[in-house]
């Protein structure tokens, strides 16, 4: 083996040792900032872990076998590991004592969850995943997460003869500082035997100066700055808005328990039901509904159809305006002011 072949190994030997001191060394200093960060926020009595673990090459750390009690609610947390990001980590770690609400964009994923209630009702959920998490002036503009298999106690859908509940979720949603606007761009959830339900709107005019300050106060004073944020959503404008149901398997198990209800058949139940749609589409009143009534009709109509509701309201009507039209029971007004329109 000549000379340059023995220097090419050993240097490969010589970097492959380093990486590993230096590897070693990340995860001590990391198990050494997640330690300080517990005793910091008086949380070391409370929150265990099996290990901490930082990956030079991804930059994430993971924090293994983590549980967490709650004395004063009799519950608990656990994970079976939690993976944090590395452009949010250091800052969330230096964080002192207070709520820390810069941890949560700290997270990446984690991984088989199990909360426990104080009366014993449990609920895992295989994974949490946070896809996108952006920030800007301290305030995360733009952000993407999901939810995949909660699993709820097997008494949770008791009204609904439902085996093994799961329930999967996804919310994105933007925030332009300039343009004054909060797109809510999806929230959606599905479950296993009963369907999904999506949803998607805009708020435009927002006071973002008041956001900006939410984001930026100390965590103190947070929660009470949070009432003001509802103040201005209320004063903005209501933009587009979609809600769409896709049914699998919800309406036939409402209809079986209605049925049993009334010893009747499913069939008959469903019958009884459009029928009544029927006589409320030929009401004269009924009029500006017919769009939405149709639609709702043909969902119990057929098992496993859909329904989608927008609405789409001028511009420059603010929020208050609609619930001003709800709360003095001008349900005609509303709709029209919403301009709600149905389909399947």
Do not use: C, W
């Amino acid at each position: 083996m000549n000379k340059l072949a023995i220097g090419a190994l050993a240097l490969v030997a010589v970097l492959g040792i380093g990486y590993v001191v230096a590897d070693k060394l990340a995860d001590k200093s990391a198990a050494d900032q997640v330690a300080t960060y517990l005793k910091d926020h008086d949380l070391e009595k409370t929150v265990t872990y099996k290990d901490v673990d930082y990956s030079l090459l991804s930059g994430t750390m993971t924090v293994s076998d983590v549980n967490a009690s709650d004395a004063a609610a009799g519950g608990g947390f656990a994970a079976e590991k939690i993976v944090f990001n590395r452009n949010r980590l250091n800052k969330t770690l230096d964080q002192k004592k207070g709520v820390d609400y810069s941890a949560f964009g700290a997270v990446r994923e984690v991984d088989r969850i199990t909360v426990k209630s104080a009366d014993g009702q449990v609920v895992t959920i295989d994974k949490f995943v946070v896809d996108k998490y952006e920030v800007q002036d301290e305030l995360p503009i733009n952000a993407e997460m999901r939810m995949v298999g909660m699993h709820l106690p097997p008494n949770a859908a008791q009204n609904f003869p439902m085996k093994d509940p799961v329930i999967n979720a996804h919310m994105a949603y933007v925030i332009d500082i300039n343009a004054k606007t909060y797109d809510i761009r999806d929230v959606s959830v599905d479950s296993n035997g009963l369907g999904s339900f999506a949803f998607s709107t805009q708020f435009k005019n927002l006071n973002m100066d008041h956001i900006k300050s939410i984001a930026k106060a100390d965590p103190d004073k947070q929660s009470a700055m949070v009432m003001q944020f509802y103040q201005d959503l209320s004063a903005a404008n209501l933009g587009k808005t979609v809600l769409t149901f896709k049914d699998g398997g919800f309406i036939d198990l409402s209809l079986e328990q209605q049925a049993k209800t009334k010893n009747v058949s499913k069939e008959d139940v469903r019958k009884e039901s459009l029928a009544g749609f029927d006589a409320m589409a030929s009401r004269p009143d009924a009029k500006p509904y017919a769009e939405v009534i149709k639609a709702v009709r043909n969902l119990i109509a057929k098992s496993g159809s859909q329904i989608v509701i927008t609405a789409n309201p001028p511009a420059d009507i603010p929020l208050m305006q609609f619930g001003t039209l709800g709360f003095s029971g001008n349900t005609q007004g509303l709709y029209e002011k919403l301009n709600i329109t149905a389909s399947n």
